[in-house]
């Protein structure tokens, strides 16, 4: 691993200006770019050291508040660690600005990440890989069907409804797909049931999409946060391994 410079930036869009964490090797040199998207709790401590660690293996990496339209990040206050206590009255107040966050509103700042992310000196020219965890994971999908020539590789892990029978599911963007795909599924997560793992699954080997779908055994959703109960060391270690992987094929 390297050492890796973090800092905090402003990115221009259509409505605004979202905040974000921008992190990467501290060599001066650019390098590929991964677009990491929060889950719901959005960019804290645990989302930067996170996006530190894919820097510290060579990877230029933006973190931008989703939720910018309702002010800089946090935008609910959290505690230090997110126990199932306080999961009621954190999504009582982020429910509401989750369902704000329409597919079209989000593909449109999709687009102004992407076009920073372009012009970022730190990043190396060509495609982004995506990552997304949680609600992060839909927005991953959805990015990788709406800019197929924008994105080399997407990841998603504890994602939810990924693949719903809702006409504006993700799943229903896989033809225009071109980049290589991998979901880490939560066995132990409501949010994606077997049938719509197998919704995904089958919707991806119909359009002929790279992919691999896992079910991680035991894991919830969350297991890869360690600021929540949800964390589990060993699922998170697993979606590591997974991710660096899919990135060193695609880079």
Known sequence: MTAVQGTAVDIPTADGTADAYLTHPGDGNPHPAVLLYMDAFGPRPQLRAMADRLAGAGYTVLVPNVFYRHGRAPVVELPEFIDPGARPEIFERLGPIMRSLTTDLAMRDADAYLRWLADCPAAA???????????????????????????????????????????????????????????????????????????????????????????????????????????????????????????????
């Open 125 to 251: 020219d060509g495609p982004v890989a995506l990552t997304g965890y949680c609600m992060g994971a839909r927005l991953a999908l959805f990015t990788a069907g709406t800019y197929p020539d924008r994105v080399a590789a997407a990841a998603g892990f504890h994602g939810g409804r990924l693949a719903t029978e809702d006409p504006d599911s993700p799943h229903l963007l896989a033809d225009r797909v071109t980049a290589e795909l991998y979901f880490g599924h939560a066995d132990q997560d409501a949010s994606m049931p077997p049938e719509q793992q197998e919704r995904l699954e089958a919707a991806l080997t119909a359009a002929g999409v790279r992919h691999r779908c896992e079910v991680y055994t035991g894991a919830h959703h969350g297991y890869t946060q360690a600021d929540t109960a949800a964390y589990d060391r060993d699922a998170s270690e697993r979606h590591w391994a997974a991710l660096l992987d899919l990135l060193k094929r695609t880079f």
